[in-house]
């Protein structure tokens, strides 16, 4: 049962990760020419500020089931480790782990990747100061669209690892 409830939680944690990607890349990006570059920045800001703050709470249990549950399948000893990846099973998952742990490299650098220099930067990681005008969106589509593309490669590996 306990470990239902984390596959659960872990679901629900994956569900809001790429479907606010998704928010930004299918719907966000297409507004730009309708809004125009200035309020187009300032939506995005905003969106960008709201994510930051509520990502964690969604965000943090993902990666910290999702890891417990590798270790949790993952052999102790480097010979059998060794062998385990060359099954279906211990290759997806550890792809998928791989590119988990890509998309959380640019979820901890998204406040300095997509705004201006920031005097305090701790301080800018955690609550996103600043405002529209620091955000540099021309890095919007070339991220967006990559951390999309990852986040669904790895949404078909979870679902590819039990198959086979």
Same mark, same amino acid.
């Given at each position: 049962?306990?470990?239902?409830?984390?596959?659960?939680?872990?679901?629900?944690?994956?569900?809001?990760?790429?479907?606010?990607?998704?928010?930004?890349?299918?719907?966000?990006?297409?507004?730009?020419?309708?809004?125009?570059?200035?309020?187009?920045?300032?939506?995005?800001?905003?969106?960008?500020?709201?994510?930051?703050?509520?990502?964690?709470?969604?965000? %943090?249990?993902?990666?910290?089931?999702?890891?417990?549950?590798?270790?949790?399948?993952?052999?102790?000893?480097?010979?059998?480790? !060794?062998?385990?990846?060359?099954?279906?099973?211990?290759?997806? %998952?550890?792809?998928?782990?791989?590119?988990?742990?890509?998309?959380?490299?640019?979820?901890?650098?998204?406040?300095?990747?997509?705004?201006?220099?920031?005097?305090?930067?701790?301080?800018?990681?955690?609550?996103?100061?600043?405002?529209?005008?620091?955000?540099?969106?021309?890095?919007?589509?070339?991220?967006?669209?990559?951390?999309? !593309? %990852?986040?669904?490669?790895?949404?078909?590996?979870?679902?590819?690892?039990?198959?086979?």
């Amino acid at each position: 049962m306990t470990h239902q409830i984390l596959v659960l939680l872990h679901l629900i944690g994956a569900i809001f990760f790429v479907g606010a990607i998704a928010l930004e890349v299918l719907c966000l990006d297409s507004m730009r020419k309708h809004l125009g570059e200035e309020m187009f920045q300032k939506v995005e800001f905003l969106l960008f500020r709201r994510i930051k703050r509520v990502y964690p709470l969604f965000v %943090l249990p993902m990666y910290a089931i999702g890891f417990h549950f590798y270790f949790q399948y993952a052999p102790d000893s480097w010979e059998l480790y !060794t062998q385990w990846l060359g099954t279906h099973f211990g290759s997806m %998952l550890t792809l998928k782990a791989i590119l988990a742990i890509v998309l959380l490299g640019v979820f901890l650098t998204s406040p300095f990747t997509f705004m201006r220099p920031q005097p305090n930067k701790l301080k800018h990681f955690f609550v996103i100061t600043g405002d529209a005008k620091d955000m540099k969106t021309e890095h919007f589509r070339f991220i967006h669209y990559g951390v999309f !593309t %990852l986040g669904l490669i790895i949404v078909i590996l979870a679902k590819m690892m039990f198959v086979g």
